[in-house]
């Protein structure tokens, strides 16, 4: 009984460690963001000596901030919610349906994650200049689709394969589509694999600085990430600005994780057990 009290203790003393490493660096962030940035560089882990929004303010005068969030939530938020159409649709497809191609077309997707998309920047960066999209938000649209289908199919595909094949039969018995048996029944049965996908893309779309750089040059139409580069300055960074901006932009993801975290960590649990 003692031994397993101590080994009990023991796993809360790692957890508790293990949470104080996890946000840490967030609570210095938000800390650095009320400092001025003699302070941010000669006492970078004390407390600030005054609060001030000053920073914040800097931030929204010197930059089209709020530019930069809408573009960034649009693009995110279009990207993954055509993600979940496109891969849901297709996993569902390619784990009901048995044909002759079937394991060819689930390997043709699953190919999407095996070839590293950015050494094709040169001819994507060619063919969205002759469509016309380049400097728009559609071209980063299209491209983070393109890019999130792989792993998706992969992850709703398993799901889908490990539902019974008696709720389909009822629904059509009842006289229901193969749309609406995806629609009414499968998905919302999947709530915690489409949680999983939609943190999943959205963190990394959210976070991505490769592809805006490339494919946008006008400033109101770049997103967080590219945006925050012009803090940095050649001889000097106002680094309590930086501060400021990186803690606005990091409560979009703050908040979907606290809605969506439950299905996420189902999602996660459910696709150990399978």
Request: hydrophobic share 55%.
């Amino acid at each position: 009984m003692k031994r397993s009290i101590t080994q009990q203790s023991l796993f809360y003393i790692i957890i508790c460690i293990a949470t104080v490493i996890s946000i840490y660096p967030i609570f210095l962030m938000i800390l650095s963001s009320f400092k001025s940035n003699i302070d941010v560089l000669q006492k970078p882990f004390s407390l600030p000596s005054s609060f001030s929004l000053e920073n914040y303010k800097t931030l929204l005068d010197e930059l089209p901030f709020f530019h930069y969030i809408v573009n960034s939530v649009v693009v995110s938020v279009v990207s993954v919610l055509l993600i979940l159409l496109f891969s849901s649709l297709a996993a569902f497809y390619i784990a009901r349906y048995n044909f002759k191609w079937n394991n060819g077309l689930f390997f043709i997707f699953l190919m999407g994650m095996m070839i590293p998309i950015k050494l094709g920047i040169v001819p994507l960066f060619m063919l969205m200049k002759n469509l016309h999209l380049t400097n728009t938000l559609w071209s980063l649209i299209l491209m983070y689709t393109a890019i999130g289908i792989p792993l998706s199919m992969l992850i709703l595909t398993g799901f889908f394969r490990t539902m019974p094949k008696e709720l389909e039969e009822a629904a059509r018995i009842d006289g229901c589509t193969d749309i609406g048996i995806l629609k009414n029944v499968l998905l919302p049965l999947m709530r915690p694999a489409l949680g999983t996908v939609m943190i999943i893309n959205f963190i990394q779309i959210w976070n991505d600085f490769f592809f805006p750089l490339i494919f946008i040059q006008e400033e109101t139409k770049k997103t967080l990430p590219v945006g925050m580069l012009s803090l940095f300055g050649e001889y000097s960074t106002n680094w309590s600005t930086l501060f400021a901006g990186l803690t606005l932009s990091s409560i979009p993801m703050l908040v979907l994780f606290l809605f969506a975290s439950k299905q996420f960590m189902d999602g996660l649990a459910a696709g150990a057990l399978k």
